[in-house]
């Protein structure tokens, strides 16, 4: 099992970034997915989610009306995209998933079984 995020860079406050989480060796199907960050010196926080279910999304106040995500089962991967990027989104973010439940609303962090390897991003004032 393995997650694999990427897409992640340097970009100018108002930039977009489309993040792409890869699964290898299982299915994503059947497995809600979220996408976390962790900027330096803060706790890792919740960017939103997809439930395996119906695909439903669920986002952080902070990422609301900018952030989208979306998966493509045939492709095994899952994205984030991340338009009109502040300064404080600069953070390595993750991607993590979970199949305890098929609705991704408000399942807590540590219920997320694997996690990938973060990716950085840098967004510059």
């Known amino acids: 099992v393995q997650l694999q995020a990427s897409g992640g860079g ?3 406050a108002g930039g977009s970034l489309r ?4 699964a290898s060796g299982f299915t994503l199907d ?3 997915i979220g996408w976390f960050r962790q900027a330096p010196g803060k706790r890792r ?4 989610c997809i439930s395996s ?3 439903s999304t ?3 106040e902070s990422a609301k009306g900018r952030f989208t995500i979306s998966r493509d089962n045939a492709k095994n991967t899952a994205y984030l995209q991340m338009n009109n990027l502040k300064p404080e989104d600069t953070a390595i973010y993750f991607c993590a998933i979970e199949d ?3 609705d991704c609303f408000n399942v807590p962090e540590d219920v997320y079984e694997y996690w990938g390897h973060g990716t950085q991003v840098t967004v510059s004032s």
């Open 53 to 55: 279910s119906d695909s």
């Open 10 to 12: 340097l970009v100018q």
């Open 30 to 32: 059947y497995y809600v």
């Open 100 to 102: 305890a439940y098929n």
């Open 19 to 22: 993040l792409s989480c890869v």
């Open 58 to 60: 669920y986002y952080a």
């Open 45 to 48: 926080e919740g960017v939103g």
